[in-house]
């Protein structure tokens, strides 16, 4: 596997790729905000080290999978990964400690292979399915609220 790109900067304005290579991403410093990240059928793997992530517009791998991680660590945890627009691929999955997804879509196709997962980025940390108000640090909560 090809090392990741290495940024230092708070925005990904875009990363596009007109063939079928992969778009890896690692944000070292901080949160980053991507506001168009797309290849023709590669994977895209977009992930900070310990800051949030959000998606502003548009993440799509055509037949690649996505994977977007708002990495935490002890002196910087809860970290927050936001989908304020559109992730597209084979498969995605999402890891973080604290998401906000109700902005976004997701859209993985409808086979048995296409699916969509959600996970903390803290091991053994609590994750919740419920429509209770609020969001407590410690958890993992997935609501429609």
Known sequence: TASPLEISASTLDAAVL????????????????????????????????????????????????????????????????????????????LTADRMALDSGTIIVGTGAANVVTLRSFTLNRAVNLDNTAGDPAGELRLSQT
């Open 18 to 93: 007109n063939s079928a290579g992969a778009i890896n991403i690692l944000q070292t410093a901080g949160n980053l905000n991507v506001t168009n990240a797309t290849t023709n059928n590669g994977n895209i793997s977009v992930q900070t080290v310990a800051g949030d992530l959000t998606v502003g517009t548009t993440v799509s791998a055509g037949a690649g999978a996505v994977s977007l991680t708002a990495g935490s660590t002890g002196p910087s945890p809860e970290h927050l990964l936001t989908n304020n627009g559109t992730v597209t691929g084979t498969s995605a999955t």
